[in-house]
């Protein structure tokens, strides 16, 4: 353990020296919003993939495949082809007409105030949904390796990590936590990749056909129906993980941290290679958990199977190799909550204080000092929540986030750009429906009622099988933007045509 100890050392120091760094060229918002726009392709791209790649990717989709095979996958491909719905509908219009948050991008054709705060309630409340998931991982991953510390001690730890990040360096210091760490996942996932497929004399056909045996399901493991035994769950599930990404709020904002719309567009294409190699690995990682540290095992370090990879890198690569896989994890979730704390905290203070209490006549000063203040009671709420959560896997948690994203920022952002009709009601009861809809779904499902104790939030029975509210919530935040529009008289056309030729050709100012 002391191997571990110092690993989480070293990676706490070296995210700290990069703060330390930033905090200098941190004095403007937009410095401390966009990292001053100054990051090329390659940097936002390895950036965008250590954002993505979260807690969930690489500790929940692991510990999903080794308990339930096939069906744990699903989450690796839908995240996988999620980038395509952000590259080719998204990245470059909102580069183009966004400053620092995805209100700016609305905002740029309906210049409104309850437009603003409502997506700035959207974009904090997706924020701490997947926040949360960050930090059960955390705290079940830091109690594995010491102990002495106990989960509340150790989201503690995360969260005050997390917020000094923000505080102090802003978009630079997260953007290269992020760049590290995306670069140290990708090497460890690959070292336990390959040794797993050593184990299987690198053929792809033996460690199929021995994964058939390996694990208490037999031959099911390969098969779908382990875990989504309701097939309208399962393609609920994979609406919210291919259409939520383009809703993020902390993926959304790493698009103003490049000079202009075809960087962003690069951006996109390196982090969709990297992810793509990333979540094929995601299938070694599970198939060798179930093979070589078993179902048992994986169950009583964590219910949720959360610890899965740790655990087979302790069992393949012994002390070193798990305390090495361990920092990477940590180092995967401080990246990540360091990102969702500054997306909601540049949603409050850009958004709500800048634009809707202070009427846009806030200072540079004043609005970055919003900004560490708001970030400090995001990461207070999403602390206090997740001691509620222990028991939930993250992979679910992060579900939950995509799907409220899907349908409550995806349709006013396609619609911002390619519907004429839309006008601000439309746009604000869109957002409202999806929000509310997805919110009340998840709170009347499986998730948190269950008959037997233990198994969920709270003791009883749930109103609707799906697990995951996609399949209802995101026609419905679609079908309450098109109501919208439709039930008001108001006329939203004037800026229409020059919408289009700017979130296309990336020109600011038109000839008049």
């Not at 580069?95 to 409104?112: C, H, Q, S």
């Not at 010491?146 to 953007?175: C, K, N, Q, R, W």
């Not at 070694?284 to 095992?297: C, D, K, M, N, R």
């Amino acid at each position: 353990m002391s191997t571990a100890f110092l690993l989480f050392l070293v990676i706490v120091l070296g995210t700290l020296v990069i703060t330390y760094y930033a905090s200098k060229k941190t004095k403007t918002t937009h410095e401390f919003y966009a990292a001053g726009g100054g990051l090329t392709g390659w940097q936002n791209g390895l950036a965008i993939a250590g954002d993505y790649m979260s807690a969930a990717s690489f500790l929940g989709i692991a510990g999903m495949i080794a308990l339930f095979g096939f069906d744990g996958f699903f989450y690796s491909i839908g995240f996988l082809v999620a980038y395509l719905v952000v590259l080719y509908l998204i990245a470059e219009p909102l580069r183009n007409l966004g400053k620092y948050t995805m209100a700016d991008m609305i905002a740029a054709r309906f210049d409104n105030k309850r437009i603003r705060g409502v997506a700035a309630m959207n974009s904090i409340v997706i924020s701490i949904f997947y926040m949360i998931a960050q930090l059960v991982g955390a705290g079940a991953l830091i109690s594995l390796l010491i102990p002495s510390l106990d989960y509340t001690s150790s989201v503690l730890i995360v969260g005050v990590l997390m917020t000094v990040y923000v505080v102090f360096g802003g978009m630079t210091a997260t953007s290269w936590v992020q760049i590290i760490k995306c670069v140290l996942l990708i090497a460890g996932t690959l070292i336990i990749s390959l040794i797993v497929f050593a184990k299987f004399d690198f053929n792809i056909g033996t460690m199929f056909s021995e994964m058939k045996n390996a694990t208490p399901l037999k031959e099911a493991f390969l098969n779908p129906g382990n875990k989504f035994t309701n097939g309208l769950d399962m393609i609920s599930l994979n609406m919210a993980l291919v259409l939520g990404t383009a809703g993020l709020p902390h993926i959304l904002i790493r698009f103003f941290t490049v000079k202009d719309a075809p960087t962003a567009r690069q951006s996109v294409v390196v982090a969709t290679w990297i992810i793509g190699i990333f979540y094929v690995m995601t299938l070694f990682l599970g198939f060798g958990a179930a093979a070589f540290v078993g179902e048992a095992a994986i169950v009583k370090a964590n219910a949720a199977g959360n610890m899965a990879a740790p655990l087979l890198a302790q069992s393949l690569g012994g002390e070193f190799l798990f305390a090495f896989i361990s920092a990477v994890a940590f180092a995967t979730i401080l990246a990540v909550v360091a990102g969702l704390v500054l997306s909601a905290a540049s949603a409050f203070a850009h958004d709500f204080y800048g634009h809707i209490l202070r009427k846009g006549k806030a200072q540079e000063r004043e609005q970055v000092r919003m900004a560490k203040i708001a970030s400090v009671g995001v990461a207070i709420i999403s602390i206090l929540l997740a001691l509620f959560a222990q028991k939930l896997n993250v992979a679910f948690l992060v579900a939950l986030a995509f799907a409220v994203a899907a349908s409550a920022n995806l349709p006013v952002l396609l619609f911002t750009v390619f519907w004429k009709r839309f006008n601000t009601s439309g746009a604000v009861t869109g957002m409202l429906v999806g929000l509310l809809s997805a919110l009340f779904l998840v709170a009347i499902s499986p998730n948190v009622w269950n008959p037997v104790a233990g198994k969920a939030i709270l003791v009883g029975e749930p109103l609707i099988a799906l697990t995951n509210p996609g399949i209802i919530s995101i026609p419905l935040g679609f079908l309450g933007a098109f109501i919208g529009t439709y039930l008001s008289s108001k006329q939203d056309h004037a800026k229409y045509d020059e919408i289009m030729v700017k979130a296309n050709t990336g020109i600011r100012e038109l000839a008049q």
